[in-house]
């Protein structure tokens, strides 16, 4: 069965744009997953086509109109999926996340524009809202794309090796380990003798030193997250020997 993907959006000719290269497009050839785009000014009001309004209270810029949004979100067929709203209020997006979405049914994304949504959209349809970081972007479409991109190579079949998606940054809480290739010396700088050693124990300690310390140095959130979880399944253990 199809990952089905639909977009609602202000600029469909955004789409499918990087979803439709490499290993994605490919995936989408083979009918793996689906997407498609609904334009949001069809549903707009008047002549004009109008969706969005000052907000009340007044303040700069508009605010995309609650009749115009649900009209083009209740066009389309659920089917279980998951309402997206693209907004830096959001919660953050995270690898889990993708891996959550990536064994559901697909996705809905709503991508925002001016001064965002009316929040009675997103409130009475259960829409959940979701950051790609602390940063603001012109619209939705670029965040949308991320999310989809990260959520789709997932699927089975996709990314063709699955053993380097569970090696990858954030699947096991830490950033993933430095990697080399050919030629084995280059600028003077040799490839590390441990990778050459044919010894798979000691490599898999070096990657997961390296990991621990670029985590450390550049991520303490995380390596703070990673060590707690260390000392809950630490505990864990302890409480099963007892």
Same mark, same amino acid.
């Given at each position: 069965?199809?990952?089905?993907?639909?977009?609602?959006?202000?600029?469909?000719?955004?789409?499918?744009?990087?979803?439709?290269?490499?290993?994605?497009?490919?995936?989408?050839?083979?009918?793996?997953?689906?997407?498609?785009?609904?334009?949001?000014?069809?549903?707009?009001?008047?002549?004009?086509?109008k969706v969005d309004d000052?907000?009340?209270?007044?303040?700069?810029?508009?605010?995309?109109?609650?009749?115009?949004?649900?009209?083009?979100?209740?066009?389309?067929?659920?089917?279980?999926?998951?309402?997206?709203?693209?907004?830096?209020?959001?919660?953050?997006?995270?690898?889990?996340?993708?891996?959550?979405?990536?064994?559901?049914?697909?996705?809905?994304?709503?991508?925002?524009?001016?001064?965002?949504?009316?929040?009675?959209?997103?409130?009475?349809?259960?829409?959940?809202?979701?950051?790609?970081?602390?940063?603001?972007?012109?619209?939705?479409e670029a965040a949308a794309?991320?999310?989809?991109?990260?959520?789709?190579?997932?699927?089975?079949?996709?990314?063709?090796?699955?053993?380097? %998606?569970? +090696?990858?940054?954030?699947? !096991?809480g830490l950033l993933e *380990?430095?990697?080399?290739?050919?030629? =084995?010396?280059? $600028?003077?700088?040799?490839?590390?003798?441990?990778?050459?050693?044919?010894?798979?124990?000691?490599?898999?300690?070096?990657?997961?030193?390296?990991?621990?310390? %670029?985590? +450390?140095?550049?991520?303490? !959130?995380?390596?703070?997250? *990673?060590?707690?979880?260390?000392?809950? =399944?630490?505990? $864990?253990?302890?409480?099963?020997?007892?």
């Open positions: 069965m199809a990952f089905d993907v639909s977009i609602i959006t202000l600029f469909p000719e955004a789409f499918p744009g990087l979803l439709d290269v490499s290993i994605l497009g490919r995936a989408r050839g083979e009918g793996r997953w689906s997407l498609d785009v609904t334009d949001l000014r069809a549903f707009g009001i008047g002549k004009h086509r000052p907000p009340a209270g007044g303040g700069a810029g508009l605010v995309m109109r609650p009749d115009v949004a649900v009209a083009a979100l209740d066009s389309l067929d659920r089917r279980g999926r998951p309402l997206i709203y693209l907004s830096p209020r959001g919660k953050p997006f995270t690898q889990a996340m993708a891996q959550e979405f990536a064994a559901g049914p697909g996705l809905i994304c709503f991508c925002g524009r001016f001064e965002g949504l009316d929040q009675r959209v997103i409130d009475r349809r259960g829409m959940i809202e979701v950051s790609l970081g602390d940063f603001v972007l012109a619209g939705g794309q991320a999310i989809i991109e990260s959520t789709v190579r997932l699927l089975p079949g996709v990314a063709g090796n699955e053993t380097s %998606l569970e +090696e990858e940054s954030f699947s !096991d *380990y430095p990697q080399y290739t050919l030629p =084995r010396m280059w $600028e003077n700088e040799p490839t590390p003798e441990v990778l050459l050693s044919g010894d798979h124990k000691k490599i898999a300690e070096w990657r997961l030193n390296r990991s621990k310390l %670029l985590t +450390e140095a550049r991520r303490p !959130d995380l390596w703070a997250a *990673y060590l707690n979880g260390q000392e809950i =399944r630490a505990s $864990e253990t302890d409480d099963e020997h007892d």
